[in-house]
């Protein structure tokens, strides 16, 4: 007798711990963030690119260059406006769980859609100079955060912070900020883009760690124009 309610205990212990391992936690999600947003990225394109005719693999078989393009440019937009590693996301899983492993990767699409929309306030789209030049004409007052110049020719980064943002980056194309950067723009040939990264809503409360972390990010320590890997 005791043995039979013994094996009824392990079974119903194994059925407990199978249900379990259909959940996927907090830890799973993150551990596999990468390619769940790489996934999110390319489903977006290929439903693009069909919707369009266009080709979306190569004659190898392989997804094309152009299509390769856009779904990093995804990538990396979902992965700086979304903040993941934000206290957001891990409070927009708590208020959603339990979630299907199975379903995880809708979960991930579900809040890249509510996050991505958000506008300037904490918009992190990329912008032309010349687009900014006009923003900042509308813009009253200032805001503490991260700024993120791409040199699109030469592939080349430069990350810095500021608690007035907007008028830091005008700097920055006026000739009183990196001077590589102003030698590069002033030349004309080569083209740049502008990401404003606020503070607030960004996961960080410290704002050195953000530029820190944004350097190693975009390597552009080693790859593109800072002098440092940030401050501290």
Do not use: W
């Amino acid at each position: 007798m005791y043995s039979y309610e013994l094996v009824l205990i392990i079974g119903e212990l194994l059925i407990l711990i199978y249900l379990l391992s259909r959940f996927a936690t907090y830890n799973y999600i993150m551990n596999n963030i990468s390619y769940l947003i790489q996934d999110v990225a390319t489903d977006k394109v290929y439903k693009k690119y069909k919707r369009e005719k266009r080709h979306f693999y190569d004659k190898s078989g392989n997804i094309c260059k152009p299509a390769l393009k856009a779904i990093q440019s995804l990538v990396d937009d979902y992965t700086i406006s979304c903040q993941f590693y934000s206290k957001d996301f891990y409070y927009y899983y708590k208020t959603h769980k339990p979630i299907l492993k199975f379903r995880v990767k809708k979960f991930i699409m579900s809040y890249i859609k509510e996050h991505s929309s958000i506008t300037l306030r904490h918009n992190y789209t990329s912008m032309t100079p010349d687009q900014f030049f006009k923003l900042r004409t509308y813009i009253k007052g200032d805001m503490v955060g991260v700024y993120i110049l791409y040199n699109k020719n030469r592939k080349m980064y430069y990350v810095g912070q500021a608690t007035r943002l907007f008028f830091r980056v005008n700097q920055h194309f006026t000739g009183h900020g990196n001077g590589d950067v102003y030698a590069d723009y002033k030349r004309g040939k080569d083209s740049f883009t502008i990401r404003l990264v606020p503070l607030v809503n960004s996961g960080y409360y410290d704002l050195d760690k953000l530029e820190k972390d944004m350097i190693a990010r975009y390597d552009s320590y080693n790859k593109g124009y800072n002098k440092t890997k940030g401050n501290g």
